[in-house]
């Protein structure tokens, strides 16, 4: 488990550094793109809801799916928008073997929403690599590459996007 970790710390050290953040709000998006696990509770609800109002609002979005070997796991294979990194795309370390399965990883986008509960090596990753201007998250214990960190009360995945977009259209940008 110690080398695991030592090896994981070593790949984050050697990631590029990330450019500086800049708050983006809900209204002014264009481009989102949704970190998820599959075996999070609610986490099908969660998504539908996110997904209809960005539709409702011509937001593009992206969402990521890590899926586990899990009974709990949701099945995202038909979903809109969806790309799957399946464990068996992993290696042992958590990297994902094959970036290119996710084409859009170049891609600038506006806001990165990670809906991810607890710390997985493989979801921090993503996000970390992942080029958004403003990163959202929530609070875990190994740190955050997150420049806003929300909480649900219920810790439930629909309370927490709810409460997401809550202060992304609440909070107004500084004009300097």
Request: aromatic letters at 12%; glycine letters at 4%.
């Amino acid at each position: 488990m110690f080398f695991k970790k030592k090896m994981q710390s070593r790949v984050i050290e050697r990631l590029e550094k990330r450019f500086s953040s800049e708050f983006i709000p809900l209204r002014s998006a264009r481009k989102i793109i949704l970190l998820m696990e599959s075996d999070a509770e609610n986490i099908d609800q969660a998504l539908d809801y996110t997904t209809s109002l960005l539709k409702e609002r011509g937001i593009e979005w992206v969402s990521v799916v890590v899926e586990r070997a899990n009974k709990r796991s949701h099945d995202f294979s038909q979903k809109e928008g969806c790309v799957l990194i399946k464990q068996k795309d992993t290696t042992y370390f958590g990297l994902p073997k094959g970036l290119d399965k996710i084409n859009e990883i170049n891609t600038v986008y506006d806001i990165l929403i990670d809906f991810t509960e607890e710390y997985d090596f493989t979801s921090f990753y993503i996000s970390l690599i992942v080029k958004a201007k403003f990163k959202v998250g929530r609070y875990t214990s190994e740190g955050t590459p997150y420049d806003f960190i929300a909480r649900a009360e219920d810790n439930s995945a629909i309370q927490y996007v709810k409460q997401v977009v809550h202060y992304l259209e609440s909070i107004k940008p500084a004009k300097l």
